[in-house]
């Protein structure tokens, strides 16, 4: 089992910053690939930045792709997503995941239905 509880979001204006967490918490023997997705309303969830177990490979979707960066702490207990220059079409419900398997669903986004664990989410609105 994973568990998974996102903090951090909020609103803010365009061109601004946020930090969002994810506590990791897990029964399993080996480690999660890890992820962050959001989803606006009348829109469906899509993949926005996803690591592999250690943290040493990233991917991005292109729509954040060098404003937003994945992370984790050394204890691989909570995972971050530090959004930068922020858009309005930014806005959305963030939710950390956690899956088995191919770590780059974002290249794959009809394999998201799959992931089994996720957080409760977390909103994140910009206004311009």
């Known amino acids: 089992q994973v568990q998974l509880v996102e903090s951090g979001g909020d609103s803010v204006q365009a061109g601004g910053s946020l930090r969002l967490s994810c506590a990791v918490s897990r029964s399993t023997i080996n480690a999660p690939c890890l992820g962050w997705f959001r989803q606006a309303p009348g829109k469906e969830r899509e993949g926005t930045a996803t690591?592999?177990?250690?943290?040493?490979?990233?991917y991005y979707a292109d729509s954040v792709k060098d404003r937003f960066i994945i992370s984790q702490n050394d204890s691989r207990n909570t995972m971050y997503l530090l959004l930068n220059s922020l858009k309005p079409e930014d806005t959305a419900m963030y939710y950390c995941?956690?899956?088995?398997?191919?770590?780059?669903?974002?290249?794959?986004?009809?394999?998201?239905?799959?992931?089994?664990?996720w957080g409760q989410g977390t909103q994140v609105t910009v206004s311009s």
């Open positions: 690591t592999n177990p250690d943290g040493t490979i990233t």
């Open positions: 995941a956690a899956w088995f398997g191919y770590c780059d669903v974002i290249s794959r986004p009809d394999s998201i239905r799959r992931i089994k664990y």
